[in-house]
């Protein structure tokens, strides 16, 4: 069963950076062919895709955060590490990590998130 936890600070200053890591178990981040996603969800608002990294390092990024996201990984924990930078009250979210599963049709493609952290709150705040 895979099991992903994230971490890092509850409460960040405006204008700092925000390191999250999520821990992976039972299950290597480098196993072909899944992806690894952040994911955050602000009081009263919907879902909102961060970036990814995939099992071979590869990121992606949302093009409306990419310029304040890092996404990296420690295989020597099995974690992938998130960065938010300058950030803002407009930050203050819920953060969550996932695995993307693959689906292959010709080749393999990612599919449906099938594993998520439990979540972790982060409030921007001077």
């Known amino acids: 069963q895979v099991q992903l936890q994230e971490s890092g600070p509850g409460l960040v200053k405006p204008s700092q950076t925000l390191p999250l890591a999520c821990t992976v178990s039972g299950g290597s981040i480098t196993t072909n062919y899944y992806y690894w996603v952040w994911i955050r969800q602000p009081p009263g608002k919907g879902l909102e895709w961060m970036g990814a990294i995939t099992y071979n390092a590869t990121t992606y990024y949302n093009p409306s955060l990419a310029s304040r996201t890092s996404i990296s990984r420690d295989t020597s924990k099995n974690q992938f590490i998130l960065e938010l930078s300058s950030v803002t009250p407009e930050d203050t979210a819920v953060y969550y990590c996932?695995?993307?599963?693959?689906?292959?049709?010709?080749?393999?493609?990612?599919?449906?998130?099938?594993?998520w952290g439990q979540g972790t709150l982060v409030t921007v705040s001077s």
């Open positions: 996932a695995r993307v599963g693959f689906t292959y049709d010709s080749g393999y493609y990612p599919a449906a998130m099938d594993y």
